[in-house]
């Protein structure tokens, strides 16, 4: 048993539980206050299956897109460890603050681009109020969008991942472990 993986797995794996648990909750929040601008627990509770069927492909897009920043942080944290021969609270602390800035690029970017491309969709059908029609239970939109959606994070999530796999820089992590040895 490599004590190193289980720690590395570990990390990965509680990474993964918290942030997926606040990406879809910071996502439902930022849907229904930017996008919706109505209850959603009301528009849910009363069977809407259009806004469910719209809800769950924007978190699936944004989920498999921010999830591309979990790798880096655990690929960074890997590299620490080893180079120092070991766990310590302070690597620990210092990759797990890369994450965050990891993630909230990860976020901001999936956002901007989901936004940006609903905002050229929704141009394109101008005589159509998508938002609306979402809200007013249109399932053929809904499925429409949600299609639209979930294949463009789809096709974007490998460009966001290497981004932000472009960040960590392992030539300066290596030279800052050989002065700290």
């Given at each position: 048993m490599d004590r190193l993986l289980i720690i590395l797995a570990s990390y990965e794996i509680i990474l993964s539980l918290v942030m997926g648990l606040f990406t879809i909750m910071i996502t439902l929040i930022l849907i229904q206050k930017v996008v919706i601008k109505?209850?959603?627990?009301?528009?849910?509770?009363s069977k809407n299956i259009s806004i469910g069927i719209f809800l769950g492909s924007v978190v699936f897009g944004v989920l498999a897109n921010v999830?591309?920043?979990i790798?880096?942080?655990?690929n960074l944290l890997q590299t620490k460890m080893m180079g120092q021969g070991g766990f310590s609270f302070s690597?620990?602390?210092?990759?797990?603050?890369?994450?965050?800035v990891f993630y909230i690029?990860?976020?901001?970017?999936?956002?901007?681009?989901?936004?940006?491309?609903?905002k050229v969709g929704f141009s394109l059908t101008k005589r159509i109020n998508e938002i609306e029609e979402i809200t007013s239970g249109n399932a053929a939109i809904t499925i429409a969008l949600a299609f639209y959606i979930i294949g463009f994070c789809y096709f974007v999530r490998p460009a966001t991942k290497n981004f932000v796999g472009s960040l960590?820089?392992?030539e300066l992590v290596r030279a800052d472990l050989e002065n700290n040895h």
């Open positions: 109505k209850s959603l627990e009301e528009m849910l509770l999830n591309g920043s790798e880096p942080a655990v690597v620990f602390i210092g990759s797990l603050l890369q994450f965050f690029i990860s976020f901001l970017i999936t956002f901007f681009l989901l936004f940006a491309t609903l960590v820089n392992y």
